[in-house]
T-cell receptor, first 112, second 114 residues
């Protein structure tokens, strides 16, 4: 039982490059989330998906797009990376909204 | 909009001493409350949550928290800490009518010294 997996673990990009962060869960959860974690700012919600086929903006959606590919997978895309997007990105999932969120190990992204 | 304030960014404490990590929230509607812990280089994991019922909530690893509606607080306590409790602790809140939007505080780094 892998829980929530994220790829890649680390990534270095140059300004303007694009990339997709992948997330998958094997717990049959309905809701999935993308957060970014920056020093002194806690975790901030980028986008979430309450069910397959739906996505909604969180606190800091600008510069990102998401796709809920199926019930298991939720990807985050940076179309044109900027240094301000240097952060640690966490994917999480929960059975439904108010239940426990289970987090992946994170992706450390550096944009030069 | 709701918000969460964790009043202490760092809390140093000696092993076997009690600890309290403070959390206050702001919301005009009813909320659900959570405490998550993050060990170094890992994702977050749930310590405990308050959805309804008893205002004293017990979680994993001997932690507990008390929901105080009048003071809009949800402070986390442990009567005797261990070295292994060294981690970052996050308080979070969601609105009862939109439970998918979890708002986190900025975190409190608990450092336990021998």
């Amino acid at each position: 039982n892998a829980g929530v997996t994220q790829t890649p673990k680390f990534q270095v990009l140059k300004t303007g490059q694009s990339m997709t962060l992948q997330c998958a869960q094997d717990m049959n959860h309905n809701s999935m989330y993308w957060y970014r974690q920056d020093p002194g700012m806690g975790l901030r919600l980028i986008y979430y998906s309450a069910s397959e086929g739906t996505t909604d903006k969180g606190e800091v959606p600008n510069g990102y797009n998401v796709s809920r590919l199926n019930k298991r997978e939720f990807s985050l895309r940076l179309e044109s990376a900027a240094p301000s997007q240097t952060s640690v990105y966490f994917c999480a999932s929960s059975l439904i909204g108010r239940e426990t969120q289970y987090f992946g190990p994170g992706t450390r992204l550096l944009v030069l | 909009a709701q918000s969460v304030t964790q009043l202490d960014s760092q809390v140093p404490v000696f092993e076997e001493a009690p600890v309290e990590l403070r959390c206050n929230y702001s919301s005009s509607v009813s909320v659900y409350l959570f405490w998550y812990v993050q060990y170094p280089n890992q994702g977050l994991q749930l310590l405990l949550k308050y959805l309804s019922g008893s205002t004293l909530v017990k979680g994993i690893n001997g932690f507990e928290a008390e929901f105080n509606k009048s003071q809009t607080s949800f402070h986390l306590r442990k009567p005797s800490v261990h070295i292994s409790d060294t981690a970052e602790y996050f308080c979070a809140v969601s609105l009862q009518y939109n439970t998918d939007k979890l708002i986190f505080g900025t975190g409190t780094r608990l450092q336990v010294f021998p």
